[in-house]
């Protein structure tokens, strides 16, 4: 090695001295592997019963039904990242030159294949302490009722025990520790409707073009330096280190702090200010993907809005004639499915698009999926009869609260509470999914005989 490496080497350790000692590892970077526990406070302090009643212009109204869309919670990394992080090492460990990496001679990769996807014990912890403080804050709705909660989920494994650990969460929250296994209905056609979709899959899916924000990015001049910055810092020698390479130790960093609670060993190939650059490298493949950049991505969410509408008119009509419903229906998703609906909803929106060559104007965007749709992500609405007294209630008494992972946002009203006729969501319920998808060789509508 020549002098002139030494020097090189010397310098990048003794940088690296100062920043190790200066910097930790920050958690809500980590875009769509966020746990919700890293961007979201669960341990705020909260009041029993703080969302059962609300004062909307002068009068008291009551909850009677909680709607809620979620991602599923953390997960296992899927079998494809669980080999390509031993692939990594391989080629990593023996070029490796900075001791401080040595860990990747050893490190023993532990993540279990036959559970590639699965719900995680950080997922389970997510949607116990979402599903509790729900349970608390909407106790005088839940307490009782749980045997009514209607829970619909997609066929997948991580959906289906998310579903179960948000019951189990509520039944804390409300004190009545049941211990109960709940059977979510099964329902791909609500849930993973992007499958069914001609459209998406012609035009997002399977159409390389979308992502050339993404992959300009990839080879811009930001992440070219994170790229050598790794490399240099690693001392590797006779090897260098792709984009895809640069993403999976990303990747296997967020996995090692979730299972494992380890910063010390792929995290500290990367500097917090390095994983915002591949956070908004991430953000940006999300956006065209699920996000706003391709219109598809919001006409889509037409199952989504008109299950929520169907099941809130249906709550209405059953309330108002004495009759008896669910006071809550949880709907367990993909980021997909949220993503949707929050675009349908017209949140996270920024002025300007996601773009290669914007990382600085978009740093403090609206648009970041470590905050947005995190794992556990959740869209809540809350629906509240504001009519006391006598009679029958109109449809004008009720009321509808938005929350979104737990912040109020607004409806198009312009607040977070709106009277429920105010919404815009009837005038869109009479979407066609089949007609937005163009599904043509698919029977849409009612064939009247
Ligand atoms: C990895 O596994 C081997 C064999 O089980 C063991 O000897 C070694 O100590 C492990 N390495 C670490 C870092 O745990
Ligand atoms: C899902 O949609 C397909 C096609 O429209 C239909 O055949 C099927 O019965 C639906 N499944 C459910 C569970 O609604
Ligand atoms: C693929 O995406 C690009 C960019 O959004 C778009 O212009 C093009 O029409 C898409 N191709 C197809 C087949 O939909
Ligand atoms: C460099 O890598 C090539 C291919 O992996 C290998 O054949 C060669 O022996 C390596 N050279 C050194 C000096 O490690
Ligand atoms: C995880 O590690 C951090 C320090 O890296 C520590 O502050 C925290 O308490 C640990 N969390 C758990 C659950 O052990
Ligand atoms: C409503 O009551 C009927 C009859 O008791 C029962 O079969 C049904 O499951 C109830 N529905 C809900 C949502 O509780």
Not at 65 to 76: A, C, M, P, S, T
Not at 259 to 271: K, M, P
Request: charged share 20%; with cysteine; aromatic share 10%.
């Amino acid at each position: 090695m020549g002098s002139e490496n030494c020097w090189f080497l010397l310098l990048v350790l003794l940088l690296e001295c100062i920043s190790t000692h200066v910097t930790g590892v920050k958690r809500d970077i980590l875009s769509t592997k966020t746990s919700y526990l890293w961007s979201h406070d669960v341990t705020s302090p909260i009041t029993k019963n703080e969302y059962t009643t609300v004062n909307f212009k002068g009068r008291t109204c009551t909850a009677v039904h909680v709607n809620g869309i979620f991602r599923h919670g953390l997960r296992y990394p899927s079998a494809g990242d669980m080999r390509d992080m031993t692939l990594l090492q391989n080629k990593l460990a023996p070029n490796v030159r900075n001791a401080k990496y040595d860990f990747l001679k050893t490190w023993n990769n532990t993540y279990p294949i036959d559970k590639a996807n699965f719900l995680h014990d950080m997922g389970k912890e997510e949607l116990h302490a979402i599903g509790s403080r729900l349970g608390k804050r909407l106790f005088s709705l839940i307490d009782g009722n749980m045997d009514t909660i209607h829970f619909v989920s997609s066929s997948t494994q991580r959906t289906k025990a998310s579903a179960q650990e948000l019951f189990s969460g509520l039944s804390l929250g409300v004190g009545d520790a049941q211990s109960t296994a709940i059977t979510p209905q099964i329902n791909d056609n609500l849930t993973r409707y992007f499958d069914m979709c001609k459209l998406y899959s012609s035009s997002v899916d399977t159409n390389i073009t979308v992502l050339k924000e993404y992959s300009s990015f990839l080879t811009g001049d930001l992440f070219r330096n994170v790229i050598s910055a790794n490399e240099a810092r690693l001392g590797l020698t006779n090897s260098s280190l792709s984009a895809d390479d640069i993403l999976m130790i990303y990747k296997t960093c967020a996995a090692e702090l979730a299972s494992y609670n380890r910063s010390d060993t792929w995290c500290s190939i990367q500097t917090d200010d390095e994983r915002e650059i591949l956070e908004y490298a991430s953000d940006i493949e999300d956006y065209y993907l699920r996000g706003y950049g391709v219109p598809i991505n919001t006409a889509m969410a037409c199952p989504i809005v008109q299950d929520l509408v169907n099941s809130i008119e249906h709550v209405i009509h059953n309330h108002n004639h004495h009759l008896n419903y669910s006071v809550a229906k949880f709907v367990f998703g993909h980021s997909d499915t949220v993503t949707h609906l929050a675009n349908r909803l017209s949140l996270f929106r920024d002025q300007q698009p996601l773009l290669a060559s914007n990382f600085d104007v978009m740093r403090n965007r609206k648009y970041i999926v470590s905050h947005t749709t995190p794992f556990s992500a959740n869209i809540v609405f809350v629906l509240y009869n504001c009519h006391q007294g006598n009679g029958r209630p109109l449809e004008t008494d009720y009321i509808l609260r938005l929350l979104v992972n737990d912040e109020p946002e607004a409806l198009n009203c312009g607040d977070s509470i709106c009277r429920y006729v105010d919404t815009d969501f009837r005038n869109i319920v009479g979407c066609n999914f089949d007609e937005i998808c163009r599904n043509d060789n698919m029977l849409s509508g009612v064939i009247v005989g």
